[in-house]
């Protein structure tokens, strides 16, 4: 069992950035990918980004050389920076955790095993 908190959203002006961790307990950190996803009022959840049991990173091609996914194991720790933020940032954000398999699609919500609450990035004009 592996429950994550994220931390470090809130109110940001466009252009600007924001660090948001995710703290992770349980054994066994650096089996598990972590991914970021976001949601906006009536949309889909989607992918941010990720980080495989080898740091592998994917990022969606909207955050792409914005965010930079990284994990600190030693620390069970996961973060995503954003930088240079838009008004389409805006969102909950949430860090998820899959277990480590052949095969596994990092980019998909059904590819998590463990959620965290959600913490919520607002991007202001």
């Known amino acids: 069992q592996v429950q994550l908190v994220e931390s470090g959203g809130g109110l940001a002006q466009a252009g600007g950035s924001l660090r948001l961790s995710c703290a992770a307990s349980?054994?066994?950190?650096?089996?598990?990918?972590m991914g970021w996803f976001r949601q906006a009022p009536g949309k889909e959840r989607e992918f941010v980004g990720s980080?495989?049991?080898?740091?592998?990173?994917i990022y969606a091609d909207s955050v792409k050389g914005r965010f930079t996914i990284s994990r600190d194991n030693a620390k069970n720790m996961a973060y995503l920076q954003m930088n240079s933020l838009k008004l389409e940032d805006t969102a909950v954000y949430y860090c998820?955790?899959?277990?480590?398999?052949?095969?596994?699609?990092?980019?998909?919500?059904?590819?998590?095993?463990?959620w965290g609450q959600g913490t919520q990035v607002t991007v202001s004009s």
């Open positions: 998820a955790a899959a277990r480590q398999r052949a095969y596994v699609t990092l980019v998909v919500v059904t590819s998590y095993d463990y």
């Open positions: 980080i495989d049991w080898s740091y592998n990173t």
């Open positions: 349980g054994r066994a950190f650096g089996n598990y990918a």
